[in-house]
């Protein structure tokens, strides 16, 4: 398990490099930060003095190791906006990133899971069907959509929840259910598929033989075989939540770390786009990283594999 | 790390012939996507047929007509938009700007991922490491932000979009081509063919490339699905395709500022893209089950 | 369906309870005295040296801090407010008596030392407050005694008053010494009719009723006891808010989602007219490599191929007007009687041809603000063989690539930063500073030459010989005037002003 873990550890951090320069290089190609800091008043000789000051005409891979060197001490440099460091302000709006993120991977997983089991017990029955036209629903709903028709439906026409802001939970209910209801054919695909293979496989023929009771069979020994692909899959659903949220966000006036990306882009504020896709990038290395570690110790066959 | 696919088709290679098409016109979910699709193809080749109209024409003083069962009249069936133009010639028209953006972006993302996931599964050894590598790469960055950003600071246009969601999509082709290549690499007649002498880009066009394409399909579909739905919510955050090209998505973010009062601006095409990305889900899932029928 | 999965979405939050969320909010309007108002712009900063001129900072700016004088907007008349009064010494000289006893929010008190300290730091260009042609007409500000300082020009700069009471607030100078342009936007301390809590710069600020403001000052006495702003960034989620009576006060509403407000019953809905005007901006100059704009006749060919009326009325309404010069009508030196061109689409086109574009030409339209607008003018282009191809920007970047000669031309507004004086317009963006694209020396010589000139008569007439050759060039082609609309809780008594600042302190319940 420990070299299988330290072999795992330092792909991730060379993914995490790798992706890094890459996010850094494509941003720093877009946009000019430059411009950008010099704001709208700055002359030719002014952009010039700034891009010397800021070594903007040395080679990328400089610049890169520079900005690497100081974001490993969580310096992501000052906001060209707010003009407040950037880890600040990032680490101000991630609770109601993580807050949201977090009831939406919950609400998927309640709510696929079963779907998903249900839907493996009678397998082509209405119910199954049922759960799969939910789910080539969701896989085909614009979220921006969605949540408009929420917002539309619950707080204009049937006013019961509060169409933005983040002050207590009702305010999560319409964000967590068009977030979490984008994620959730596929783990309900996943379940499905799972069960169905553990269902008809010979070990759980074997319990029923043995005589052991249905209820038992299903969730001592069913359900937790199938689940494993699950979690991971899971793990990488709340990576992608997060790093996706950047729409429900705005649509529901919550101001987390997507909103702040969101408005860093409008602002060609660049060091906030940079410090932002590399800190998902990282949450979502660190999330399948996680997962294969519970998959490894889970299933000792992976390990060997 | 490994490499994680939600909707990854099961290795197993293509079985055709006729129980194939059988089952597959048995399949209702199959038939009606395809239906559907081919209904919305037609409709993108015959529009100028279809309607009489010019999708840029604007009347000013013909704003926010409501469509016929709103109360509006045949003259504009879907009713006007906020500079007056018709809004059902703009949704006859806009299904060329979706599909094209569909398959093109389907296109450059099928393109690269086949070429790396092909050559990592035949080849294998260190070029698989490297493409495993890349592959694990591309799906730690954050798709929409790293498009928004992209977009939002080079801005945006038609070539820009397809070539942005091209190139960050292109992982699940990369990842089934390469495992179907692994399976199908070693068995009889790609060895036999290899034996005869044949080089290894005619392999891989004439033996595995035809083996893997149901698989193609598959993918394909879902990433043309991927593909729409992310220009639409570029275009809702308004980094989408130009005006005054009528894209679907671009026709849903200019109604978005209507939507409380003339919600049809925002149901019409919303309903049209929820139709025809159902649609392509629904062939996707087809084709998977015909061809794999235990694997949904 | 949806009702299922939002039930049970509930009780996954519940059940989860990952972050203690304070629950039951107060969102009641005049019942237990809150106003709750809403807008979509982010501000950047509270401090309002360092935002971009933005509206919605000013308005907060208003409530936290004082100027030195406080023009009214009825009578026009500059009335005092931190100053008791003033006097010009000389043209570069003004003298200022301070008010008494004033304390800031945080109990120091107000004297000389604040306003030379605020003065002089704002207007050291090392310290690069974000609009810079505000104050750098300052040379500096003395001491000279505790309640008297005099303001030292760099030349005879006739409009100083106005600038002096549209963005000059004086903040208290040993508290920003200590904390800075940050901890000032984090935690503002002022003068001003209200005082500030919970803030989170960029996306809400409380504001409290300060029980200590001035007594008979120009801004009047605050009424209302607190003010909570949210930044909401979809129009349709103000509305939404606004319908479901948590918003008390938006502002900005589009034509079409006023109309549909004004049938509300509970809704106040009114049109204010604003300073801002609409106009298109050439790159006539070349900066960055030719361009078709350079040929006049092409810009010409712009001008009579847009129709500017039928826009205004069709999609702008209310009491938008069609402007003939570069500049809002009440400013002063703002000269109507300037050559026009008509909407003539078969005039655009011939001079099109003649400057070798028969077939039309493809060209880049750049713009950031008023999107249906800017459509329909691309519009009424293509009718006459402009093809443009939009870039649709934020306002950073698009400036910029307005200023490295990227954008042919740029569909622009301008709210002038609600000065009522063309000056501000014309030597932002016509002296050949860094905003001035059009960089043509007769215009410049002219504008800097009026910019020392104390009779107004004859600063008048130079600002119309400016707008003449800006409008003879086609530098600029003015479009039109706006409005803004406002709507708000019928129980709201407020009234808005064309400086599009809203003065919430002079709000009351009904």
């Known amino acids: ?305 | 790390m490994t490499v994680q696919v939600a909707n990854a088709a099961p290795a197993t290679a293509a079985k055709s012939g006729p129980g194939f098409w059988r089952r597959a016109w048995r399949h209702r979910g199959l038939m009606i996507g395809l239906t559907i699709v081919a209904v919305v193809v037609a409709i993108a080749i015959l529009a100028p047929f279809l309607t009489g109209k010019d999708p840029y024409y604007q009347d000013l003083l013909k704003r926010l007509k409501p469509p016929v069962w709103g109360g509006g009249s045949w003259d504009n069936p879907l009713g006007t938009d906020n500079l007056g133009r018709d809004y059902l010639t703009r949704l006859l028209y806009g299904s060329r700007i979706s599909l094209l953006i569909g398959i093109a972006a389907a296109l450059v993302a099928g393109l690269i991922g086949t070429v790396l996931g092909i050559t990592a599964g035949y080849f294998g050894g260190r070029i698989d490491l490297a493409v495993t590598f890349l592959i694990s790469v591309r799906l730690s960055m954050p798709v929409v932000l790293a498009a928004l950003a992209v977009v939002s600071l080079i801005g945006g246009s038609l070539v820009v979009v397809i070539a942005v969601i091209g190139f960050l999509n292109w992982d699940r082709f990369a990842v089934v081509m390469r495992s179907a290549t692994l399976q199908v690499r070693d068995l009889d007649y790609v060895t036999a063919a290899r034996s005869v002498g044949c080089s290894n880009t005619r392999i891989l066009l004439t033996e595995i490339l035809p083996n893997i394409a149901s698989q193609l399909i598959v993918v394909a579909t879902l990433e043309m699905a991927h593909a729409i739905l992310l220009e639409a919510a570029l275009s809702f955050l308004g980094l989408g395709v130009k005006p005054p090209l009528p894209s679907w998505g671009l026709m849903v973010a200019e109604g978005k500022n209507h939507l409380l009062f003339e919600p049809w601006l925002v149901a019409i095409p919303g309903s049209a893209l929820f139709l025809l990305l159902l649609a392509i889900n629904l062939v996707g899932d087809g084709v998977r089950d015909v061809t794999a029928p235990d694997g949904r | 369906m949806a009702i299922r999965s939002i039930r049970q979405g509930g009780t996954a939050i519940a059940a989860a309870a990952l972050v203690a969320l304070a629950t039951g909010s107060a969102w009641a309007g005049k019942k237990d005295d809150t106003l709750n108002i809403g807008w979509s712009r982010v501000v950047e900063s509270n401090d309002v040296y360092f935002n971009q001129g933005v509206r919605e900072g000013m308005i907060v700016g208003r409530l936290l801090w004082d100027n030195l004088v406080e023009r009214n907007p009825t009578t026009g008349q500059y009335e005092p407010l931190l100053a008791t009064s003033y006097k010009w010494v000389n043209e570069t000289t003004l003298d200022l008596e301070l008010r008494q006893g004033v304390k800031f929010h945080n109990g120091a008190a107000f004297t000389a030392e604040d306003v030379v300290y605020t003065l002089n730091w704002t207007s050291n260009p090392d310290n690069k407050v974000a609009v810079p042609i505000m104050v750098n007409w300052i040379k500096n500000a003395e001491k000279l005694g505790d309640y008297s300082v005099r303001i030292n020009l760099k030349q005879p700069f006739p409009a100083a008053l106005e600038y002096l009471n549209a963005a000059i607030p004086i903040y208290p100078h040993e508290y920003y010494a200590k904390v800075g342009t940050k901890g000032m936007s984090e935690a503002p301390v002022g003068t001003g009719p209200y005082t500030a809590s919970n803030v989170q710069p960029g996306r809400t600020i409380t504001l409290t009723k300060n029980p200590n403001y001035i007594v008979g000052g120009p801004k009047g006495t605050p009424t209302i006891g607190k003010i909570v702003q949210r930044t909401i960034a979809e129009e349709q989620t103000q509305v939404a808010e606004l319908l479901s009576g948590r918003l008390d006060w938006m502002w900005n509403a589009t034509p079409d989602t006023a109309d549909n407000l004004r049938k509300r019953p509970n809704l106040t809905v009114v049109d204010g007219e604003t300073m801002r005007i609409g106009f298109i901006s050439f790159n006539a100059n070349g900066t960055g490599g030719a361009n078709p704009m350079q040929d006049i006749r092409v810009r010409k060919a712009v001008a009579h191929a847009i129709d500017r009326e039928g826009i205004t009325k069709a999609l702008i309404r209310g009491s938008a007007r069609v402007i003939p010069s570069a500049c809002y009508p009440t400013q002063f030196g703002c000269a109507q009687d300037i050559p026009q061109y008509a909407y003539d689409p078969a005039k655009a086109k011939a001079l099109l041809a003649e400057a070798g574009f028969a077939n039309g030409l493809d060209i880049d339209l750049f713009g950031y603000l008023d999107r249906p607008h800017t459509e329909a003018i691309m519009n009424q282009l293509r009718q006459v063989g402009i093809r443009p191809n939009l870039q649709w920007l934020q306002f950073g970047p698009m400036f910029a690539a307005m200023q490295q000669g990227k954008a042919p031309f740029t569909h622009l507004t301008t709210g002038a930063w609600s000065i009522n004086d063309v000056s501000i317009t014309l030597r932002g963006s016509f002296a050949g500073g860094p905003w001035d694209i059009a960089r043509d020396q007769q215009v410049i010589d002219l504008v800097l030459g009026a910019d020392k000139i104390v009779d107004q008569a004859k600063r008048a007439d130079l600002y119309k010989q400016v707008l003449t050759r800006i409008n003879e060039q086609v530098y600029w082609l003015p479009l039109n005037t706006y409005y803004i609309t406002y709507a708000f809780t019928s129980e709201l008594d407020f009234t808005p002003h064309p400086d599009e600042v809203a003065r919430f302190y002079q709000s009351k319940w009904k």
């Open chain 1, 1 to 305: 398990m420990g070299g299988y873990l330290a072999k795992r550890a330092l792909l991730a951090l060379a993914v995490a490099v790798t992706v890094s320069l890459v996010n850094f290089t494509m941003v720093l190609l877009s946009g000019d930060i430059a411009v950008s800091i010099a704001g709208p008043t700055a002359t030719y000789e002014q952009l010039e003095r700034i891009r010397r000051d800021l070594g903007l005409d040395q080679p990328i891979v400089v610049q890169y190791l520079r900005w690497l060197g100081n974001a490993v001490r969580g310096d992501f440099g000052d906001s060209l906006f707010y003009r407040t460091p950037v880890a600040d302000l990032i680490l101000e709006r991630l609770p109601v990133t993580l807050t949201l993120g977090i009831s939406a991977i919950v609400f998927t997983i309640l709510v696929a899971i079963p779907l998903g089991v249900v839907a493996a017990l009678r397998p082509n029955s209405w119910i199954d069907r049922a759960a799969l036209s939910l789910a080539v629903a969701g896989q085909a709903m614009p979220s921006f959509w969605f949540g408009l028709m929420l917002i539309v439906l619950f707080s204009v026409m049937f006013p019961i929840l509060p169409p933005s802001g983040a002050e207590s939970w009702e305010y999560f209910i319409m964000p967590t259910v068009v977030l979490g209801y984008s994620a959730m054919p596929a783990v309900m695909r996943l379940t499905r598929s799972g069960m169905i293979e553990v269902l008809t496989s010979d070990y759980i023929r074997t319990a029923y033989a043995k005589g052991l009771r249905h209820f038992k069979v299903l969730f001592k020994h069913a359900l937790r075989n199938a689940v494993i692909p699950v979690v991971s899959l899971a793990a990488v659903q709340f990576g992608y939540m997060l790093a996706g949220s950047i729409i429900v966000e705005s649509i529901f006036a919550l101001h987390g770390t997507g909103f702040l990306a969101w408005e860093a882009m409008k602002t060609a504020d660049l060091p906030v786009v940079q410090a932002i896709l590399f800190v998902f990038s990282l949450f979502y290395i660190v999330l399948t990283f996680l997962s294969d570690m519970l998959n490894a110790w889970l299933d000792p066959r992976i390990r060997i594999g």
